[in-house]
């Protein structure tokens, strides 16, 4: 790796389809076995001339449904890129009364509401078969590692906006939002926070080896709260700008240490070589077409054969 290499990836959740607030440079769209990210990505330079890379989940005009966002795609062509660590950006609902609307919270865990029908692996359609850790669904190093950073920049912003830690975020299917009987049920699960994306991001994220974290930004109390009125989209808009331009704010004052945090490595620790006992040894019948595809996110367990 050098300082050269785009080591950082972000991504872009509802509101949030630029970081204009970065000197723009490019925009590239790379293929992959998996076909093509949800929209072309952006190369943004930082002060210091470091790259990063942006890309909005949802496509730049939001044309593209949470069920059908692209992921596998997404996150190997950030991997392609050389980025090694992703920041992504979500507007989530709030289950619990202290995490009002307009406040930011980075969840340390998931639990999985999506209904089987989005591609979650990699290995998904190939030969081999591999079982990652999902225990600790995010990257604690980088989490421990941005939760100091994220609180100061949005002091330094002065808009008041409060930093949860430590809360479980369920991933739904939509494109509906929850009942108010599912929404109590999570509330007793545990769940904090709710949206649409968190999977199956963070598990490919973790395939291919990439540290990953995610900042969520509370947009409404989803449909729990007795005396008010379930959510709505409407709801959701009114404070997705304010959320979008603290998250860019975010964005620029952590990017630049978090490149140099890349470079340096230690957060990235946990998750290189995770994947290596993950693989089944003695998986598929070794498949070139399957290991060419494999070979794009994990190169270092994945040699094609040259003809
Ligand atoms: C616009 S409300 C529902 C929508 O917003 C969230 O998107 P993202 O996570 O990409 O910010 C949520 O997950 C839903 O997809
Ligand atoms: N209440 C909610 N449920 C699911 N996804 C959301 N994104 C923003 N608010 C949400």
Redesign the pocket.
């Known amino acids: 790796m050098t300082s050269k290499d785009v080591l950082v990836g972000v991504i872009g959740g ?1 509101g949030l389809y630029h970081l204009d607030n970065l000197t723009f440079v490019e925009k590239v769209n790379p293929k992959t076995p998996w076909g093509y990210p949800s929209s072309p990505i952006t190369i943004c330079s930082l002060p210091s001339g470091s790259q990063i890379a942006f890309l909005a989940r949802h496509g730049q005009h939001h044309s593209i449904a949470p069920s059908a966002v692209p992921s596998r795609a997404n996150i190997a062509a950030l991997k392609s890129l050389g980025v090694r660590v992703i920041l992504a950006f ?4 709030s289950l619990r009364e202290e995490i009002v609307p307009g406040s930011f919270a980075i969840p340390t865990q998931i639990i999985d509401r999506t209904k089987g029908i989005r591609p979650a692996s990699f290995f998904e359609g190939t030969k081999m078969v591999a079982h990652a850790a999902f225990g600790d669904p995010y990257s604690m190093k980088l989490i421990r590692w941005l939760e100091l950073r994220v609180e100061k920049a949005l002091a330094d912003e002065g808009r008041g906006v409060v930093l949860h830690k430590d809360r479980c975020i369920v991933c ?1 299917e ?1 494109p509906q ?2 009942t108010r009987a599912e929404s109590i049920m999570y509330r007793t699960w545990g769940g904090d926070l ?3 994306s968190a999977l199956p991001e963070a598990k490919l994220a973790r395939e291919a080896e990439l540290s990953y974290a995610l900042i969520a930004t509370a ?2 109390y ?2 729990w709260r007795p005396h008010s009125e379930a ?1 709505t989209a409407a709801e ?1 808009f009114k404070t997705l700008q304010d959320n979008a331009n603290t998250s860019r704010h975010v964005a620029a004052t952590v990017l630049e240490d978090l490149h140099a945090a890349a470079l340096d490595g230690d957060i990235l620790s946990e998750e290189i070589g995770s994947m290596r006992f993950s693989i089944m040894p003695r998986s598929g019948e070794q498949d070139q077409e399957d290991i060419k595809k494999l070979a794009f996110i994990l190169p270092d367990y994945f040699t094609p054969v040259a003809n």
């Open positions: 509802s979500s507007a989530v609902g739904m939509g939002f929850s709710i949206n649409m947009t409404d989803d449909s959510v959701v």
